[in-house]
């Protein structure tokens, strides 16, 4: 799987497939609560792997895509992070 440069969060992608539907009847209609789905809406929250089947179902696509996309910002997010220089660890014979 190759990197994005700057994915966007799950949520922006979904504010786009919900089109004029409502936060309310949304997760209604997914079995989450309101505030749950509203969390992963703006960002604050990711996208579960439960969420993930929820949201592929809805809309018809895999929950692999919804997941896939989690990842690749959770990636990119971890690669601005400093960390200390680590030494490579050998492979046991």
């Not at 309101?34 to 792997?49: D, W």
């Amino acid at each position: 799987m190759t990197r994005m440069h700057n994915p966007p969060h799950p949520g922006e992608v979904l504010r786009e497939y919900l089109g004029n539907v409502t936060v309310t009847e949304a997760a209604a209609k997914l079995g989450v609560n309101r505030v749950t789905l509203s969390r992963v809406i703006s960002g604050s929250s990711g996208v579960s792997a439960d969420m993930a089947y929820r949201l592929g179902s809805a809309f018809g696509t895999s929950p692999e895509m919804w997941a896939g996309m989690q990842l690749q910002y959770d990636l990119h997010m971890a690669s601005k992070i400093k960390r200390p220089a680590i030494e490579r660890l050998g492979m046991a014979a």
